[in-house]
């Protein structure tokens, strides 16, 4: 997963979230081509030869018969070749939610994770330095709607981010890949999704918030 950081709009984005701007699909300009096989409804031609039953003087056996050409080769037809498939070409991800590449800057997930856990932990906010990376600041004094608008986005920016978890290792376990670990890790963020999501009924709320601890 490849973590991007947009100042424009002081969030983060994931090409597995929001889609990888190529992918890989089948050459609509490719044709199948084709084997030459015998013709199935081909039949030999009969030729004429000498009758083993016939004798001298026999005038009730044909002295020739007609019988298959068994060393007659058949014709042969074209028919799809099943085994060739298409290339692969790289196209747009017409479902490709990321920004225009100017605006993101690349953010490692060690940065991302730090990033979240100061958010989560301390009294500030996301922004952005010079150079559009990602930095948290100290928060200013806020009102209480601020202060619940405030709690409400971090809310939501860690239930996303367990989203993100989410997302492949379901992926695993309902295409029968998964391994125990995936299994284990499915749970936990689940579980972690759930109790942020319940964070608004802590009876501190907003002010007052004991967040979740994110998985390891």
């Known amino acids: 997963m490849v973590i991007f950081f947009s100042a424009k709009h002081n969030l983060f984005f994931n090409d597995e979230f929001h889609g990888t701007r190529m992918i890989s699909v089948a050459d609509p300009a490719w044709v199948r081509p084709t084997v030459k096989v015998p013709d199935p409804e081909w039949t030999p031609p009969d030729i004429e030869v000498k ?6 003087g026999a005038e009730d056996v044909p002295e020739t018969i007609f019988v298959p050409d068994l060393e007659a080769k058949p014709p042969t037809i074209d028919i799809p070749d099943e085994s060739a498939s298409a290339p692969l070409i790289e196209v747009s991800n017409p479902k490709c939610l990321l920004p225009p590449e100017a605006e993101l800057v690349e953010v490692s997930a060690e ?3 730090a990033i979240y856990r100061a958010l989560a932990t301390s009294p500030s906010v996301l922004s952005s330095d010079s150079m559009g990376y990602p930095i948290t600041i100290p928060a ?6 601020q202060i619940l608008a405030g709690a409400l986005i971090q809310r939501d920016r860690l239930i996303t981010l367990a989203a993100t978890r989410i997302a492949p290792l379901r992926a695993a376990v309902d295409l029968g890949d998964a391994t125990e670990d995936d299994a284990a890790n499915l749970t936990k963020w689940m579980r972690y999704q759930v109790a942020v999501n319940r964070v608004p009924d802590q009876a501190g709320f907003p002010e007052d918030i004991v967040w979740p601890l994110e998985p390891s």
């Open 140 to 145: 200013p004094g806020q009102t209480p709607e």
């Open 51 to 56: 009758n083993p039953a016939w004798s001298e």
């Open 111 to 113: 940065v991302h994770d």
